[in-house]
């Protein structure tokens, strides 16, 4: 689940099942689903997680240790930077020696660990500190990443990629801030759908990261506008919202 900064959350399972217990005690079990869910882990981050973007913390996901600066996007936090990395472990996604684009990298989750399994990694970001907190956990991972600045796909044009992956912005909005264009963007779910086809490889495919919690229609649909198959290689119910993996490819 994502969401702007004063509401982002992602919390411990088992604290939200307490939480939930309490809630349907005084309230009824039926009144228990995905909006009483959303509002607890609101709750939450407001009284704990949001501590961890004002400081330095070390997250680990998937086994990778993760430096994450402050105002660059959690994986470990908001669940789908880690789900999206799970996916890079299978060998019908991604391939030893697959040249990679890690667009939207934050910290550098997706990169690293596509990086770790042989493969060429270019990793990009439009929030400064983003950029920074990717190279530092290239360094501390002992990986090589071409990373770079930029929005979308203009700091690689002319360049394509096996596997090109992105974990986007879920709501319409305006940025305020360079942590904000992690949650909010006014059209870019259109201009990736656009862009795609100039940037895959033949035979390449897109591996995109969608939450049930978000515009994940409008996506969607501006990948069909653009004429690309896609499908499911992932789905997790998180009880606040599901989250889904596409393969997008060609026609």
Not at 143 to 150: A, K, T, Y
Not at 194 to 200: G, M, V
Request: net charge positive; charged share 25%.
């Amino acid at each position: 689940m994502r969401v702007p900064y004063e509401a982002k959350r992602s919390y411990s399972y088992a604290t939200l099942t307490r939480a939930a217990r309490g809630l349907s005690q005084r309230e009824r079990r039926s009144r228990i689903y995905r909006r009483a869910w959303r509002a607890l882990l609101r709750v939450k981050l407001h009284l704990v997680d949001r501590r961890k973007y004002r400081s330095i913390v070390v997250e680990h996901v998937a086994g990778i240790p993760l430096v994450v600066l402050p105002d660059v996007f959690n994986p470990k936090l908001l669940r789908s930077g880690e789900l999206l990395v799970l996916q890079l472990a299978r060998a019908e996604l991604l391939t030893p020696g697959a040249r990679v684009l890690d667009l939207g990298s934050g910290s550098g989750a997706v990169g690293v660990a596509a990086a770790r399994r042989g493969c060429r990694v270019t990793a990009v970001d439009i929030n400064p500190s983003a950029v920074r907190c990717t190279r530092i956990n290239a360094l501390l991972n002992q990986v090589d990443m071409d990373v770079r600045e930029g929005d979308l796909f203009a700091p690689a044009a002319g360049e394509r990629f096996d596997v090109v992956v992105f974990n986007p912005p879920y709501y319409r909005g305006i940025p305020r801030d360079g942590l904000d264009h992690a949650w909010r963007s006014v059209d870019l779910a259109e201009r990736f759908a656009a862009q795609l086809n100039d940037h895959l490889a033949p035979g390449g495919h897109a591996l995109v990261v969608l939450s049930s919690d978000g515009d994940g229609d409008t996506f969607l649909t501006a990948l069909d506008r653009n004429g690309f198959q896609r499908e499911v290689v992932s789905t997790r119910d998180f009880t606040n919202e599901v989250m889904r993996v596409y393969r997008v490819r060609s026609c």
